[in-house]
């Protein structure tokens, strides 16, 4: 008889994250034709780490906790700034800010910020509900105009086979990781079938061509953000049918902001989402603050004792 096998560890998911991040992004700058100068990413990950580390250590100050990189030697420290690392390298290769490197160190506090404001009570602990990247990108895009993403230009110093290579390989890594480690598969399902379905709708009504609405299938950046932003296991649901639910309305908010020629559409889709759920969050924990603080009335002495449920239950 085998022995029963060990959960995984959900700590190696944001390690293999960011591994494949960082080598993504070396890969970019030296291979695959970034845009971005190398001085974005060092300001992205040197205000990351700086921002993680302050605000963890005012809001451990703040509820009287241990901070979090706090306890267990260097280790911890390194998986605590994970998950800043992450944010902070993914924002210096979507975010193109030309030579305005302040505008990339504020959009990375502003994400690292976002985890410490935008929370709701969950399981008896707060948790962010914003994924931070695109928190902040969307802050950005809507306060500094000038500002852009650069989807096309990913892999631009690719050719030939190797132009349509790269994308599989991301696809493949994407997946192994959704199902190892997240289990958000039914958000990616979600959305790009919703995608897809809306996509020939709009392609049906508009008199297009079905393949103008279905092209961003294609690209790195649509990739990434499918198999990487969307299925955050910290800010999106981990149940079946509500992972199904998020995953279509990020492709139904798409859709509806495309029709109103939105431009850099997925990311506002998602902030729109985000929020949504965050709303919907929010009043659950009240409801439940609500109930628990709502008075038991008294037994009045000689009277019955209130039923239990197994009273209520129906007799044999």
């Known amino acids: 008889m085998s022995a029963p096998r060990k959960p995984r560890d959900p700590r190696n998911g944001l390690r293999t994250s960011a591994t494949l991040a960082t080598i993504f992004t070396i890969l970019g700058h030296t291979v695959f034709g970034f845009e971005q100068p190398w001085a974005d990413v060092l300001v992205a990950l040197v205000t990351g780490y700086s921002c993680a580390l302050f605000f963890e250590w005012i809001d451990a ?41 302040w505008i990339m160190a504020l959009t990375v506090a502003l994400a690292i910020g976002s985890k410490y404001v935008f929370r709701v009570r969950q399981n008896g602990r707060l ?23 650069l989807p096309w230009a990913f892999t631009t110093s690719l050719q030939g086979a190797s132009d349509w290579i790269v994308p599989l390989v991301i696809v493949g890594l994407g997946f192994r990781l959704n199902l190892l ?21 709009r392609a049906l009504a508009e008199g297009a061509p079905i393949v103008s609405q279905l092209v961003p299938l294609t690209g790195v950046a649509f990739v990434l953000f499918t198999f990487y932003m969307i299925t955050d296991p910290q800010t999106s649901p981990s149940g079946t049918w509500s992972q199904i639910l998020f995953g279509s309305g990020i492709a139904v908010a798409y859709s509806a902001l495309l029709l109103l020629h939105v431009q850099y559409t997925m ?10 759920r965050g709303v919907w969050l929010y009043l659950l924990s009240r409801r439940a603050v609500a109930a628990r603080a709502e008075p038991v009335p008294a037994r009045v002495p000689g009277q019955a004792p209130w039923p239990t449920g197994a009273d209520l239950l129906p007799g044999p």
């Not at 992450?86 to 924002?91: G, K, R």
């Not at 979600?190 to 996509?199: D, E, H, K, P």
């Open 61 to 101: 100050r703040a509820h009287g906790r241990t901070p979090g990189y706090a306890g267990g030697g260097w280790l911890k420290v390194v998986d605590f700034l994970l998950s800043a690392h992450m944010t902070s390298i993914t924002l210096s290769f979507l975010l193109y800010v030309n030579d305005r490197l």
């Open 127 to 149: 948790q962010h509900f914003f994924n931070p990247s695109n928190f902040a990108i969307v802050v950005v895009l809507i306060a500094f105009p000038y500002t852009g993403i």
């Open 181 to 201: 480690f997240t289990g958000r598969l039914p958000t990616i399902g979600a959305w790009l079938s919703t995608f897809c379905v809306l996509g020939v709708a």
């Open 267 to 276: 990311f506002y889709s998602v902030t729109i989402v985000a929020a949504t």
